[in-house]
C-alpha cells in the first residue's frame, strides 16, 4: 500500500491480510490510504474505502476508539462527584420492614428524622378487577362507505351506479343500525357511505330520466319529421299529376333532327308544338331520345328545353329550328341509318317562369 507522507507518497509493503488487520488497529491504515494488489486491483491503486472489508474494519476501529473516550470521560467524572452523606437528625431512613404486606408478619417500621419510630400496619393483598372494553370494528358500515365509493367511480353508467350505489346505501343503513347497537362503533363509515351512496343514485337516476325524456322527445321529432315527409311526397305527388295534366294539353306535333355536315352546327331539331294548356307558356322541356328501331341502346337522351321568345298564347301553335350545344351528347350525335327522334313533354313554364299546375 502507499503510505500518505507530508512530501512523497511512501509504499510500504507487501503485508498479508493478518498484517493489514494489525495496521488498522495501530491506526495505520486509513480510508484514503492508497492500496494495490495484483490479485484484487490489478495492481491499480485505489482507496482502502473503496474495499468493504477494509473500509468495515477502519470504521469499527475508529467507533471503538470513540466509545472507549467516551467510557473514560464517564468514569473521571464520576470519580469527581462527592459521596452522598446521609444526616439521620434531618433525612428519613427506612428501617428494614419486616412485617410489610410481602413479608411474613404484615407490620414494619421507619424511622422519623426526629429519631421517632412509627409502625406501619401492613393491609393485606388486594384483588382489583379492570374491565377493559375491547373495540369492535364495524366491517358492514365499512363495507358500504368501500361499495359507496365503487359506486362514484361508476356513476355516469345509471345501470352501475344506481345498483352498486343502492346497494351500498341498504349496507349502510344496516351498519348503521349495527353501530348504535355496538355505542357507535363505525357510525363514522355508515353516515359517510349513505352519503355517498346517495350520489351515484341521483346521478344514475338523473342520467335515466333526462335519457328517457330526451327519447321522447326525439321519437316525436321523427314522427314530426316523417308526417311532414309523407305531406311533401304527398303534395309533390299531387304537384306532379297536375302538372302532367298540363304536359299533355301542351301538343307537340313534329320533331325532327336534322344532320348538316357542311355546317359547324350540324345538328339542329326542328319542333312543332300547339298550347292547349288555356295559360300562357313562357318555355317547355321536352326528354328527347334518338334511336333505331329494333336496338335496346339509344344513340343520345337528354333534354331538350326552349325559351320562346314572345311566349305561346293559349290555342296558338309555332314552329321552332333548335339547335343544341355543340359539345352535349346531341350536339355530338351522329345521323344513323333509320334513326328517329321521340320526345316527350317533361315541364311546362308559366309567365312567371314556374311549373304549370
Given amino acids: 500500500y502507499y503510505r500518505d507522507s507530508m512530501l512523497q507518497e511512501v509504499e510500504e509493503g507487501p503485508f498479508d491480510e ?63 462527584e462527592p459521596p452522598v452523606v446521609v444526616d439521620p437528625q434531618h433525612d428519613v431512613i427506612p428501617a428494614p420492614i419486616a412485617n410489610n404486606p410481602y413479608s411474613p408478619t404484615g407490620v414494619g417500621n421507619y424511622l422519623h428524622s426526629k429519631g421517632s419510630t412509627h409502625a406501619i400496619t401492613a393491609l393485606g393483598p388486594t384483588q382489583v378487577t379492570v374491565n377493559v372494553p375491547v373495540q369492535r370494528t364495524n366491517s358492514i358500515a365499512m363495507a358500504s362507505m368501500i361499495i359507496a365509493i365503487i359506486g362514484l367511480l361508476g356513476s355516469f ?9 343502492g346497494f351500498g346505501l341498504i349496507l349502510g343503513i344496516v351498519g348503521l343500525i349495527v353501530s348504535s347497537s355496538r ?34 322527445g326525439v321519437s316525436e321529432v321523427a314522427n314530426q319529421f316523417s308526417k311532414e315527409m309523407d305531406r311533401v311526397a304527398a303534395q309533390q305527388e299531387a304537384d306532379e299529376q297536375s302538372h302532367n295534366e298540363f304536359a299533355k294539353k301542351f301538343i307537340v306535333h313534329e320533331a325532327i333532327v336534322n344532320f348538316n355536315s357542311d355546317s359547324i352546327q350540324k345538328v339542329s331539331f326542328h319542333i312543332k308544338v300547339e298550347n292547349q294548356t288555356g295559360n300562357a307558356v313562357k318555355r317547355f322541356s321536352l326528354e328527347g331520345i334518338y334511336q333505331t328501331p329494333g336496338r335496346s341502346v339509344p344513340w343520345a337522351t337528354g333534354d331538350i328545353s326552349y325559351e320562346i321568345p314572345g311566349g305561346l298564347e293559349p290555342g296558338e301553335t309555332k314552329e321552332f329550328d333548335l339547335a343544341p350545344n355543340m359539345f352535349s ?29
Fill in 18 to 80: 493478518k498484517q493489514l488487520t494489525e495496521l488498522v488497529k495501530l491506526g495505520k491504515l486509513k480510508l484514503n490510504t492508497k492500496l494495490r494488489s495484483p490479485t484484487r486491483t490489478k495492481n491499480q491503486l485505489v482507496f482502502a474505502e473503496t474495499i468493504i472489508k477494509l473500509a468495515t474494519m477502519i470504521n469499527q476501529v475508529k467507533i471503538d476508539k470513540e466509545n472507549q473516550k467516551r467510557e473514560a470521560v464517564e468514569a473521571k467524572k464520576k470519580k469527581s
Fill in 157 to 165: 353508467i345509471p345501470i352501475i351506479g344506481i345498483t352498486i350505489g
Fill in 183 to 216: 355505542g357507535g362503533s363505525g357510525v363514522g363509515y355508515a353516515i359517510a357511505g349513505i352519503f355517498l351512496s346517495l350520489i351515484p343514485v341521483g346521478i344514475g337516476a338523473f342520467i335515466m330520466i333526462f335519457l328517457a325524456t330526451a327519447a321522447v
Fill in 329 to 357: 351528347e346531341w350536339g355530338r350525335m351522329e345521323k344513323q341509318e333509320g334513326g328517329v327522334l321521340s320526345v316527350v313533354v317533361s315541364k311546362v313554364y308559366g309567365i312567371d317562369d314556374k311549373p304549370l299546375k
